[in-house]
């Protein structure tokens, strides 16, 4: 295991993702998850690039791994991709509602 070298992963997937390079965005978060399986912010960012583009049996396997959402998301505002989670029922809402426009829209 190599914590931080996982979260540097993460991060850059991230970032890439933010630059609309999902390959690239999906290939370091696969990596950030295979460096530490027990980061659950990598794998559900991971399970939000899934669900984001349409792979929602993968989102819905990555979040199960995840235990569900990290503590640190607060809702779609904190992270884009809880609101296509929420929409497609892969993530409790814990009173959380999509706001303004919904991703795939």
């Known amino acids: 295991m190599a914590p931080k070298?996982?979260?540097?992963?993460?991060?850059?997937?991230?970032?890439?993702?933010?630059?609309?390079?999902?390959?690239?965005?999906?290939?370091?978060?696969?990596?950030?998850?295979?460096l530490d399986g027990s980061d659950r912010?990598?794998?559900?960012?991971?399970?939000?690039?899934?669900?984001?583009y349409?792979?929602?049996?993968?989102?819905r396997a990555e979040l199960a791994k995840a235990g569900g959402l990290p503590a640190t998301v607060g809702g779609p505002a904190d992270h884009p991709e809880l609101g296509r989670l929420l929409k497609l029922g892969l993530a409790p809402a814990h009173g959380v509602k999509p706001a303004g426009k919904e991703v795939g829209k």
């Open 5 to 34: 070298r996982a979260e540097i992963y993460n991060l850059r997937g991230v970032t890439l993702q933010r630059l609309a390079e999902p390959q690239e965005a999906a290939d370091a978060f696969e990596k950030a998850v295979s």
């Open 41 to 52: 912010g990598a794998r559900f960012n991971l399970a939000a690039h899934y669900a984001f």
């Open 54 to 59: 349409g792979h929602v049996d993968k989102a």
